[in-house]
């Protein structure tokens, strides 16, 4: 009963259906969700498998494992589970346009967006970010984008949900935790391109291994991007400019993105915004415009020759890995959180390279410390508090002080975001000279 089950609930609601909303959590621990609840009075039970009884239709919110014993017996009883992205494209007029993959998806949804709306074509922006699925159902038009972070939580339950242009960035390991095996996070991950129809295109990552398989799977029409080589249909990065179909589509100076990564994130969304029919020469202008995302190699301040950044959003390890590329050296690097089950040794050679130590906090620090030990300085500071007074009272001009947690945050914090806020009024409450 967070942001993606409440708007779930009150759109059920408002088209009739009984509700029940439960949560492992008491009522009066969501006092966001308590309000609009009481309002259409929904009733709230305790998560117990008595909460499910006679229900016609289970629609989990994308933090819950669709494995759940409770959810295992309904659809033994027949009852249809999915989750909130389906429940919403059931009922979304307009066309989808779904992004996925293990990194970058929020900066490529925000850029597409954005590309889609300084060049006058309608659309909406939500998923994963911003507002959620079943909130964006209202304000939907037949003549206007979806244009929707889809999450692999989030595809695993889709069925109906068909994206006329569906994007994959990237798959690297994720969430096995939640998922188990890696071919498990890739199956749902492929998801997205099972459910497209022959119209459909499938704009895929050509430098991606996993991503080339995926085109078998679709059904549609397939288009790449490539940040290596040219590409036979889709789209490229050479010499400094970026091409879209052969044409010019904007530079890489245009980019106001730290960062090899943000190349390969830039032209998955100037093709996709392309099929979604930006002229080519409105592409160029629309990535000058487009300002970075939150939490995503964001500058915070410079203080006494020290740069901060906060990069709360590498919330695995391949994300880690490309904010470390970004930056030539001096790093104190802040990494830790709840450990996804991730293997964390392909950090050891890099922060050798680059890292002056990594300050260890959270609950995965003990897994951090035996698969890094040796291969930099390592400091267990346990809190953010604590490492940004240690690289305060450490590092020296020329450093950079690096937020890449390469772990969930759900150990001390409600999120990435409240994490990277947290983060960010750290730095800026440090004394000292500018």
Known sequence: MERSGVAAAEWLAGQGAQVRATDLRPLSALPAARAVLDSLNIEFVPQTEEAFSGAGLIVTSPGVPVDLPELEAARRRGVEVIGDAELAARSLRGPILGITGSNGKTTVTAMTGHLLERAGVPCQVGGNIGRAPCAMIASSREDQWNVLELSSFQLETVDRLSAKIAVCLNVTPDHLDRHGTFERYAAAKRRLFETQTADGWAVLNADDPVCVAFAASAPGRVRWFSAARRVAEGAWEEGGSFFVHGEAAGSVQDLQLKGRHNIANALAALLAARLAGVATHCLGPGLRTFQPVEHRLEFVRALAGVSYYNDSKATNVDAALKAIAAFDGGLWVILGGKDKGSDFAPLRAPL?????????????????????????????????????????THAGPGDTVLLAPACASFDQFENFEHRGRIFKDLVRQLDGEE
């Open 352 to 392: 050798a390279a680059k890292a002056r130590a990594a300050l260890l906090v959270g609950a995965a620090a003990p897994n951090l410390r035996e698969q890094l030990a040796g291969a930099v300085p390592l400091v267990d500071t346990g809190t953010l508090d604590a490492a940004l007074r240690h690289a305060r």
